[in-house]
C-alpha cells in the first residue's frame, strides 16, 4: 500500500515558505523608512558584529555566494552604507566596512530584532528552538 499523500498545507516545505514570506513582510515597514531591502539588512546586521570583513567571509556567514553577495555589497556602497577597500596585505581580497552613516544607524537597524520579536509572539525559549531547529535543517551536520 502506498503512503497517503499530504496536500499542500501538510507539507514542511510550504511551513517554510510561508515562515520566511512572513518574515520578510513583518520586516518591511521597519526597513522601508530605511531604505534596506530584507537582504542588506543582514549584511549590515553582520558588519555590525564584527566589521571589516572580506567580502567571501560575509557571504560565508550569511550562506551567500558570490553572485549573490557581490553585488548585495555593491548596492549598499552605492547607497553609502559600506566602503569596500582592498586588503593591504592581500589585494586580491575586498574588505568591506561600515561607513560612518550606517554606524549611525546601529540602535535603529539592531532594533528590528526585538520587534519581530513581538510581532511572532514566541517566548525567548520558543524562539531559541525554533531558530536552532531552523540553523539544524539549514546546515546539517553530516554536509
Do not use: W
Amino acid at each position: 500500500m502506498a503512503p497517503k499523500q499530504r496536500t499542500v498545507g501538510t507539507q514542511l516545505s510550504f511551513a517554510l515558505y510561508g515562515a520566511a514570506n512572513r518574515m520578510a513582510r513583518l520586516h518591511k515597514p521597519f526597513l522601508e523608512p530605511l531604505g534596506l531591502t530584507f537582504p542588506q539588512y543582514l549584511v549590515l546586521l553582520e558588519l555590525l558584529n564584527g566589521a571589516p570583513l572580506a567580502v567571501g567571509e560575509l557571504g560565508t556567514r550569511l550562506g551567500m555566494d558570490t553572485g549573490t553577495i557581490t553585488p548585495l555589497v555593491k548596492r549598499l556602497e552605492s547607497a553609502g552604507f559600506v566602503a569596500r577597500t582592498r586588503d593591504r596585505t592581500d589585494e586580491r581580497r575586498v574588505l568591506v566596512d561600515l561607513t560612518a552613516h550606517s554606524r549611525g544607524l546601529a540602535a535603529e537597524v539592531r532594533g528590528i530584532t526585538d520587534k519581530i520579536k513581538s510581532a511572532c509572539q514566541l517566548t525567548d525559549q520558543r524562539l531559541d528552538d525554533l531558530r536552532r531547529t531552523l540553523e539544524a535543517l539549514a546546515h546539517p551536520a553530516d554536509e
